[in-house]
């Protein structure tokens, strides 16, 4: 633990019975990075350190600071030498003095150490750069020991440059006995100054977790990358020919009410809320004032002063009460993310699986005749069964229902509805299948099409922005009105002309130089080969045009691709029209 904050900890371990048995095996950040594919552990898929037998050693549990070194080695008497600081305390002398005097461990000219909290990272350039600890004052990291193990820990005393903030400070250490139990979690804040709040299970979790034990944390909560059993492309089949439920509780949704609801969601978002009907669901897009998108998500009208946004970014609702305040308007922005669960039943038999399950009150319409972006209040199997929410909406490209519910109730309604959709071949549906799916189906994902400094035009969701038909002003608004359409980059599609991997960021070219960059891509069941989204100059989006995306250093390797529209599968949006 980071008393203070800003302090680094170099960090070994040793087998304690391989060591009375007079081998001297430790933990080993290389074999560590190798086996995982990562450069450091965290909770969750890739939470595990291993020895130099490769046997693993020690596991993450739960960390809230995210950033730690593996790489570089504790400090030692030669680095302060070669800075002119003789005599200078170090990491490598602390360890020599207390594993030699007390063990017997061989001492050592420099340590290699898991160093926590001290923030390395690698420039473009290749360089190992250091900056100040991310860790603030209460920060801890917590393992969880596979054996017995002798472990020691240097606060490290590098007062030379930015590695402790400049000013050396204690590490705590603490132990707890084996039969102490703690959840993992990954530690997110929605701002600066909040606690940490650890990764939660979804309500569905106790049904996920039966099926797979791939969890990664996504957005503060645990979800299923794939199941097992089934993986990636039978999860993606399933959804694309029969029927696949997925987890997407970590969506988040604000409840936002008052006399002046509508007047805030029609300044905050880009589509027109006024022509929104009780019962009705929209697609917007959410800007700052430069016009970059902060989110993009579905807007729900409850009633005639009460909507709910729901949205990727726990930062939404921060900007919905900022706006509100600053405009003075008489609305109430409340989380209600714990309060509320959800699922999605995708695929062309979700409809066949899902209306016999939900009862619905004449005032309401059925599963049956849901509009597409509609959703309806029903119950569960009865008048007096779970009560739920169901919209016609998903993120797949195929005909489709999100089915919302309170977390109490949630492994129940999971159970209905997979027992009802057995005869159908339901399938679960984890992360993996769902980035193939909803790259087919051309629909966008923060941090990949969009960013605060892409527009709704550059992320390929321009119909969002209604600027003849919506007279009253948007943040953003002003910022979007002074775009030349003419020079916008554009979301496009690519299809490759080979089955070769292609990643987020990979650059496209045309002859020498590049004229865009892809956003999102995967292997495709559907056309039998790889496909990319991808921002392209306008003077190269042209269907038909024939480009080549760059790899190693962008000239050495080079793969052909055809520009083509979005989306891959379904253009007309029929299937999940139907």
Excluded at 27 to 39: E, I, V
Excluded at 283 to 296: N, P, V
Excluded at 503 to 511: E, M, N, Q, R
Aim: charged residues 20%; hydrophobic residues 40%.
């Amino acid at each position: 633990m980071d008393v203070v904050g800003r302090q680094c900890s170099d960090f070994v371990a040793f087998d304690a019975n391989a060591w009375a048995q007079g081998e001297e095996l430790g933990l080993d950040a290389g074999a560590t990075r190798s086996l995982s594919g990562h450069c450091m552990p965290n909770p969750g898929l890739y939470s595990v350190f291993f020895d130099q037998h490769l046997h693993p050693m020690l596991e993450v549990v739960q960390d809230t600071v995210g950033r730690h070194d593996s790489f570089m080695l504790a400090c030692s008497p030669q680095y302060y030498e070669h800075h002119g600081y003789f005599g200078h305390d170090s990491c490598t002398i602390n360890f020599n003095n207390a594993l030699s005097a007390s063990h017997g461990i061989q001492q050592r000219a420099s340590w290699p150490a898991i160093n926590f909290f001290f923030n390395a990272y690698v420039e473009p350039c290749g360089t190992l750069a250091v900056d100040e600890p991310w860790s603030r004052p209460g920060d801890y990291v917590l393992l969880r020991a596979d054996r017995d193990l002798i472990c020691a820990s240097s606060a490290c005393p590098d007062d030379i440059d930015a590695a402790n903030g400049w000013v050396p400070t204690d590490i705590q250490v603490r132990i707890y006995a084996a039969e102490h139990d703690f959840p993992r979690g990954i530690a997110y804040r929605n701002r600066p100054e909040e606690l940490p709040r650890m990764t939660l299970p979804t309500a569905f979790h106790p049904c996920t977790s039966a099926l797979t034990k791939q969890f990664i944390d996504y957005h503060g909560y645990w979800l299923a990358t794939h199941y097992e059993g089934w993986g990636a492309r039978a999860e993606y089949l399933a959804c694309r020919e029969r029927v696949a439920m997925m987890d997407l509780s970590a969506l988040r949704k604000f409840e936002v009410a008052g006399p002046d609801a509508e007047r805030l969601l029609q300044y905050a978002l880009t589509r027109n809320v006024r022509r929104l009907s009780i019962g009705e669901v929209v697609y917007s897009a959410m800007c700052q004032e430069t016009g970059g998108m902060l989110d993009d998500g579905t807007l729900f009208r409850m009633g005639e002063q009460t909507f709910r946004w729901i949205c990727g970014d726990p930062a939404s609702g921060q900007w919905l009460r900022e706006l509100a305040q600053r405009q003075g308007y008489r609305v109430t922005v409340r989380d209600s993310t714990h309060q509320l669960h959800n699922i999605a039943l995708q695929g062309p038999k979700s409809r066949e699986v899902l209306a016999p399950l939900i009862w619905n009150a004449r005032t309401q319409p059925d599963v049956q005749g849901l509009g597409w972006f509609r959703f309806m209040i029903g119950r569960l199997s009865g008048p007096d069964g779970i009560p739920l929410m169901v919209s016609r909406t998903g993120y797949t490209g195929e005909l489709g229902y999100e089915i919302w519910c309170h977390p109490k109730d949630a492994p129940a309604v999971w159970e209905a509805i997979w027992a009802a959709g057995e005869p159908h071949g339901i399938a679960p549906l984890g992360l993996d299948a769902l980035d193939m799916l909803r790259i087919e189906a051309g629909l966008i994902f923060a941090g990949h099409e969009f960013c605060p400094q892409t527009s709704p035009y550059e992320a390929g969701i321009g119909f969002t922005v209604p600027m003849k038909s919506k007279e009253d002003d948007f943040v953003g608004r002003a910022a979007l009105q002074r775009e030349a359409p003419e020079s916008r980059h554009r979301v496009m599609g690519l299809k490759m002309h080979s089955s070769e991997l292609v990643s987020h960021g990979d650059l496209v070219y045309h002859g020498r130089y590049p004229v865009g960059v892809v956003t999102s891509a995967t292997q495709s069941p559907l056309l039998d080969r790889s496909i990319a989204m991808c921002r392209l100059a306008p003077d190269f989006a042209s269907p038909g045009t024939q480009l080549e995306i760059g790899q190693l250093d962008g000239h050495q390797k080079r793969l052909a691709a055809e520009v083509v529209t979005l989306p891959f599968h379904d253009p007309e949006r029929l299937k999940v029209r139907s």
